[in-house]
């Protein structure tokens, strides 16, 4: 809102314009103002009070502007540029008009109404501010509790598939409708034609030979990770324990569940639970019993990482990419697995889903990454299986 400018006029169309008590500045009301009045107000000579008439609009245009600029509302600067009979007047005489505009002299009212409103900003600054500190420090907490939890970035999967990269579905599994064998004598230079396919691959009996078929059992995990100082924090604090189909809350829990739960004696409750060992001096240990397999290509380099999986007959892993970026090897050390695949969803017009199941001293190798699995565990003898990534 602003005062329009008034056009010129000749001085005799403008006394009477101004003697007819109109004025031409928006809501700018000098009703009742004579030629006297006007140069009073305006400190110019009578004679020249209609034309002057423009520096009064120009006056209140600007301190329309500086009230806009300072929040003070317009119809407050109308009480300051209106011209106001002085109530209880000597002799009854005309007014004496507000200061001129120029002067910008608020009133008592004014001037409390602002300081009120300066009162009223300096306090909702103050909350505001501890309010944005509290939020900042809130938000900062998830967001160190979500990067050093790894149990929620590793299960994220929403985030994870949103941003995986995209499966080449030829090199992949178009044309794949089971996994490949090949026996226990197969050569490095044959696997090796597959070893980077991240096609399913089965080597039967590949770790019929290997102590950990004798020696592997959920007491024997107990003794070793109780013996090795810090071998249960290494897990905790360094790798991941993965419950699945247990309530264990780690694996110092898992482990020390009770013998007849772990006979898995009837009437007790059935588990399956996994983890990544991060205990170098575990790790010695179950390298021993559970050595790399030899056709490996001569150029790759295994993970430190190891994964064991152990449990009962029922359903194992619920269906889930992995993330590791590598293809993995699993041995089956005892009972019966049976792998379900299914294409990623780019995929799925090209592709299709198989199964294939693992026996004890069968090693699976599969790229997780490119593969949605899940696994079902067999009646009959615990299901323990090691394995590791390879690149």
């Given at each position: 809102?602003?005062?329009?400018?008034?056009?010129?006029?000749?001085?005799?169309?403008?006394?009477?314009?101004?003697?007819?008590?109109?004025?031409?500045?928006?809501?700018?009301?000098?009703?009742?103002?004579?030629?006297?009045?006007?140069?009073?107000?305006?400190?110019?000579?009578?004679?020249?009070?209609?034309?002057?008439?423009?520096?009064?609009?120009?006056?209140?245009?600007?301190?329309?502007?500086?009230?806009?600029?300072?929040?003070?509302?317009?119809?407050?600067?109308?009480?300051?540029?209106?011209?106001?009979?002085?109530?209880?007047?000597?002799?009854?005489?005309?007014a004496a008009s507000s200061p001129p505009p120029s002067a910008t002299v608020p009133s008592a009212n004014t001037s409390a109404n602002t300081s009120?409103?300066?009162?009223?900003?300096?306090?909702?600054?103050?909350?505001?501010?501890?309010?944005?500190?509290?939020?900042?420090?809130?938000?900062?907490?998830?967001?160190?509790?979500?990067?050093?939890?790894?149990?929620?970035?590793?299960?994220?999967?929403?985030?994870?598939?949103?941003?995986?990269?995209?499966?080449?579905?030829?090199?992949?599994?178009?044309?794949?409708?089971?996994?490949?064998?090949?026996?226990?004598?197969?050569?490095?230079?044959?696997?090796?034609?597959?070893?980077?396919?991240?096609?399913?691959?089965?080597?039967?009996?590949?770790?019929?030979?290997?102590?950990?078929?004798?020696?592997?059992?959920?007491?024997?995990?107990?003794?070793?990770?109780?013996?090795?100082?810090?071998?249960?924090?290494?897990?905790?604090?360094?790798?991941?324990?993965?419950?699945?189909?247990?309530?264990?809350?780690?694996?110092?829990?898992?482990?020390?569940?009770?013998?007849?739960?772990?006979?898995?004696?009837?009437?007790?409750?059935?588990?399956?639970?996994?983890?990544?060992?991060?205990?170098?001096?575990?790790?010695?240990?179950?390298?021993?019993?559970?050595?790399?397999?030899?056709?490996?290509?001569?150029?790759?380099?295994?993970?430190?990482?190891?994964?064991?999986?152990?449990?009962?007959?029922?359903?194992?892993?619920?269906?889930?990419?992995?993330?590791?970026?590598?293809?993995?090897?699993?041995?089956?050390?005892?009972?019966?697995?049976?792998?379900?695949?299914?294409?990623?969803?780019?995929?799925?017009?090209?592709?299709?889903?198989?199964?294939?199941?693992?026996?004890?001293?069968?090693?699976?190798?599969?790229?997780?990454?490119?593969?949605?699995?899940?696994?079902?565990?067999?009646?009959?003898?615990?299901?323990?299986?090691?394995g590791s990534e390879y690149d």
């Open positions: 809102m602003g005062c329009k400018s008034a056009p010129h006029v000749p001085r005799e169309a403008a006394r009477r314009d101004y003697s007819s008590g109109r004025a031409r500045c928006g809501w700018l009301d000098v009703s009742g103002s004579d030629e006297a009045g006007m140069s009073e107000n305006n400190n110019v000579p009578p004679h020249s009070a209609a034309p002057d008439r423009t520096k009064l609009r120009l006056l209140c245009e600007r301190l329309v502007r500086e009230a806009q600029q300072k929040g003070i509302a317009v119809g407050e600067l109308s009480v300051m540029c209106r011209g106001r009979r002085r109530v209880g007047a000597k002799g009854g005489g005309r009120a409103r300066w009162r009223w900003l300096a306090s909702a600054l103050v909350v505001a501010s501890a309010v944005l500190a509290l939020q900042t420090q809130l938000l900062e907490r998830l967001r160190l509790d979500f990067v050093s939890s790894k149990c929620v970035v590793r299960n994220n999967y929403f985030v994870m598939e949103a941003t995986r990269l995209r499966t080449d579905c030829g090199r992949v599994c178009v044309g794949v409708r089971e996994a490949a064998e090949f026996s226990a004598n197969v050569t490095r230079a044959a696997f090796e034609e597959w070893a980077y396919l991240s096609r399913p691959l089965v080597v039967r009996q590949a770790a019929a030979h290997w102590p950990a078929l004798e020696r592997f059992s959920l007491p024997f995990f107990r003794s070793v990770y109780d013996s090795v100082e810090g071998a249960y924090e290494a897990v905790s604090e360094e790798c991941q324990f993965l419950p699945f189909r247990s309530e264990f809350v780690d694996l110092r829990d898992a482990l020390a569940m009770h013998p007849a739960r772990a006979a898995r004696a009837p009437g007790t409750r059935p588990w399956y639970f996994g983890w990544s060992n991060c205990s170098p001096g575990v790790s010695a240990i179950m390298r021993q019993l559970a050595p790399r397999p030899p056709f490996l290509p001569a150029g790759s380099e295994s993970s430190a990482l190891d994964w064991i999986f152990m449990g009962g007959d029922g359903a194992g892993a619920a269906w889930h990419l992995d993330y590791v970026q590598r293809p993995s090897w699993q041995a089956q050390i005892s009972g019966t697995k049976s792998w379900h695949f299914r294409p990623v969803p780019e995929c799925q017009d090209v592709c299709q889903s198989f199964n294939v199941t693992v026996e004890k001293g069968d090693i699976i190798f599969v790229d997780t990454n490119q593969w949605y699995h899940t696994t079902f565990i067999h009646e009959g003898a615990l299901s323990i299986t090691i």
